[in-house]
C-alpha cells in the first residue's frame, strides 16, 4: 500500500471514530469532498497559505523582514547589509570572551518548537500579549545595546 493510500485509510479511520461524522449533512459532506478529489492532496500547501511566493535576492537572502520564517533569516540579511563593513558584522555576531554566552543563547532557543495546530486558520494569527497592564503587539522585544550609532545613520546624528 502506498503513503497516499495509508494517510487516506487513517483519515477515514480517525473520521469514522469522530461522533461529528454521525451528522447525516456532514458524512454527505466529507463523501462528496472526497469523491471530487483526484489522488493529489486535500489540504493547501504551507506556500499557498503564506500567499504569494517570495522573492529572494541571487543569494537567497530575505529583501524585508516580512519575508523572514524565523529569527536566523535576518543573520544572513545583516551580513549582507554591512558587507563593506565587516567589523561591524563581526560585532554584531559575536559574543562575549570565548562565545559561550552566543552558544548558549542558541542551545537555549532551540529548546523552544513550534506546536502544530491543526484544522485552523493559521493566516488570523494574534500574537499580542499584556505585560503590566500595558498591552503589546508582540512578545519579542530588543533590549538597549551598545553602538547603535555604528548599525543606524540616524543615530550617528543624535549621538
Given amino acids: ?24 449533512s456532514v458524512a454527505s459532506s466529507i463523501l462528496a469532498l ?3 478529489t483526484s ?6 500547501s504551507y506556500d499557498a497559505l503564506r500567499g504569494a511566493a517570495q ?34 558584522f563581526g560585532y554584531l555576531a559575536s559574543g ?4 559561550s554566552t552566543l552558544r548558549a543563547n542558541r542551545e537555549a532557543f532551540s529548546d523552544y518548537t513550534i506546536r502544530v495546530r491543526r484544522l485552523i486558520d493559521a ?5 499580542s500579549v499584556k505585560i503590566f497592564g500595558e498591552t503589546w503587539a ?3 522585544f530588543l533590549c538597549p545595546v ?7 545613520p540616524a543615530e550617528r546624528e543624535i549621538g
Wanted: hydrophobic share 45%; proline share 7%; aromatic share 6%.
Fill in 1 to 24: 500500500m502506498n503513503a497516499t493510500n495509508a494517510a487516506r485509510r487513517n483519515l477515514l479511520r480517525y473520521l469514522a471514530a469522530s461522533p461529528l461524522v454521525a451528522a447525516p
Fill in 34 to 36: 472526497f469523491a471530487s
Fill in 39 to 44: 489522488n493529489k492532496a486535500i489540504a493547501q
Fill in 55 to 88: 522573492k529572494l535576492d541571487a543569494d537567497g537572502v530575505i529583501n524585508s523582514p516580512e519575508q523572514a520564517l524565523n529569527v536566523f533569516d535576518f543573520e544572513p540579511a545583516a551580513k549582507k547589509a554591512l558587507a563593506a563593513s565587516p567589523a561591524h
Fill in 96 to 99: 562575549v570572551d570565548d562565545d
Fill in 123 to 127: 493566516r488570523k494569527i494574534d500574537t
Fill in 138 to 140: 508582540s512578545p519579542i
Fill in 146 to 152: 551598545s553602538s547603535q550609532a555604528a548599525f543606524n
